[in-house]
Nanobody, 122 residues
Framework: QVQLVESGGGLVQAGGSLRLSCAAS?????LVWFRQAPGKEREFVAA????????YYADSVKGRFTISRDNAKNTVFLQMNSLKPEDTAVYYC??????????????????WGQGTQVTVSS
């Protein structure tokens, strides 16, 4: 069992920045960020592979968000810049032993965090 604990959410004005963190209790997992806005389905945001730190982003955040990881601390980060009101959501960190991006995009992950709220005011 892997525990994932997110932090760093909050309230920010449009155009501002936030940095989310997710601390994992285990090593060797690929880590993915998702978000869920009120009344909407959960959506894939960004992923980082354990083996080579390769990254992948949803089109909606590409160029604004950056995912990174500190393997020594088993922590993944999501740097969010140029935030927009439509980025408002609960952001979830998730972990998976598998490698298939196609599964991650539909939310098939092994473990989930509890989420952290991000609110962007206009």
């Amino acid at each position: 069992q892997v525990q994932l604990v997110e932090s760093g959410g909050g309230l920010v004005q449009a155009g501002g920045s936030l940095r989310l963190s997710c601390a994992a209790s285990g090593r060797g997992y690929n880590l993915v960020w998702f978000r869920q806005a009120p009344g909407k389905e959960r959506e894939f945001v960004a992923a980082i592979w354990w083996s080579d730190d390769n990254t992948y982003y949803a089109d909606s955040v590409k160029g604004r968000f950056t995912i990174s990881r500190d393997n020594a601390k088993n922590t993944v980060f999501l740097q969010m810049n140029s935030l927009k009101p439509e980025d408002t959501a609960v952001y979830y960190c998730a972990a998976d032993r598998g490698w298939a991006l196609i599964n991650w995009k539909i939310g098939k992950m092994d473990y989930w965090g509890q989420g952290t709220q991000v609110t962007v005011s206009s």
